[in-house]
């Protein structure tokens, strides 16, 4: 059993179906001409803010001023004007090319390439992803790691940098592997006037992924070694998905109807990560492992979960599936 790490520059992965399904695949070797191939070529300005009242049976309403408040909107190069939020005064909004231009150093420097570009809530969110020339194979099963870059233009986030490694074969995302040292594994920088992304800070960025790389490979290496039997794994995703001891040993007449919801909910995801452990395709070199266990409820977290309003890369970017993952992989490591 080994876990190797192998240099392929300029290489694509094999499967990048959930980042080309949220943004749009690019080939090229500035952030300028990312925003451009992507559709990302527009711009960012500040406005006045205003509300208006109309006084019952009187003429024509009033526009009153909102102190405080400046509207974020996007203008497109054909001209469209889209609002995107409403922010603080003390907000500096980013055009995309700048907040993105910084990461051209790792394009010329070989450490990495634009792979894909994209927006979301009308582009009140915008991002890119870099793959590293490092992928990862474990057990014979690829693996690709990226940089991702993204920044929001409505006042609900910052600036944001983060390694994230992909299982190819079913495109599973880990964005986390330590809760503790995500701080350390992310970059983040506020919209404040003076803010600046600094070439050092992306330098440093990329040092901390080549480690997240290593971490990972290590600890792919320590769970495949263990192998589990299938109580175990029963055992496994009860823990990860938890009842209430009242709602998990009461029989199901005598719950309430939100209990017997939880239970419900609970019992899908113990079930199909069970099914994906014993039965998924993308199991086989992994299956009654612990490595396995871990994988089997990323896939669910990723793939298996009902009412996937957004895409992959989205809710990946979101970190809305974290919790669970980290939760999973600290049932097995702490």
Not at 119 to 148: C, R, S, T
Not at 157 to 164: A, E, F, Q, W
Not at 244 to 261: A, M, R, Y
Not at 306 to 311: E, H
Request: hydrophobic share 35%; proline share 5%; glycine share 6%.
């Amino acid at each position: 059993m080994t876990t190797t790490v192998v240099d392929r520059p300029q290489v694509a992965p094999k499967n990048m179906s959930a980042w080309i399904k949220s943004g749009v695949a690019v080939t090229a070797t500035s952030a300028s001409d990312v925003s451009r191939q992507a559709g990302l070529d527009w711009t960012v300005s500040l406005h006045d803010v205003t509300t208006t009242y109309q006084i019952p049976g009187q003429g024509l309403p009033i526009h009153i001023p909102v102190k405080n408040k400046q509207a974020v909107v996007k203008t497109t190069p054909t001209g469209e004007v889209i609002p995107l939020g409403i922010v603080g005064t003390k907000y500096k909004p980013f055009q995309n090319a700048e907040v993105f231009s910084v990461l051209d150093t790792l394009i010329d420097s070989g450490d990495a390439r634009y792979a894909a570009a994209g927006e979301y809530d009308a582009g009140a969110k915008v991002w890119m992803l870099l793959q590293l020339p490092n992928e990862m194979e474990i057990k014979g099963d690829p693996h690709a790691a990226f940089l991702l870059a993204k920044t929001t233009h409505d006042g609900s986030g910052s600036v944001l940098i983060r390694p994230i490694i992909e299982r190819l074969w079913c495109s599973n995302q880990i964005n986390k592997i330590f809760r503790a040292r995500d701080k350390q594994h992310t970059y983040t920088l506020r919209h404040t006037s003076n803010a600046r992304l600094d070439v050092n800070d992306v330098r440093n960025i990329l040092n901390i992924t080549y480690s997240s790389i290593e971490q990972y490979s290590n600890l792919a290496n320590v769970l495949l070694e263990r192998e589990v039997t299938r109580s175990y794994a029963v055992d496994y995703f009860k823990k990860v998905f938890p009842l209430p001891s009242k709602i998990e040993d009461t029989p199901v007449h005598l719950l309430s109807q939100g209990e017997k919801k939880q239970r419900t909910n609970a019992n899908f995801a113990r079930h199909t990560a069970m099914n994906i452990f014993t039965s998924s395709p993308t199991q086989e070199n992994i299956r009654d492992t612990q490595f396995g266990l871990w994988q089997a409820v990323v896939e669910y977290a990723d793939h298996g979960k009902p009412n996937k309003a957004k895409s992959l890369g989205i809710r990946t970017m979101s970190g809305a599936s974290d919790n669970i993952k980290l939760r999973a992989l600290e049932l097995l490591t702490v």
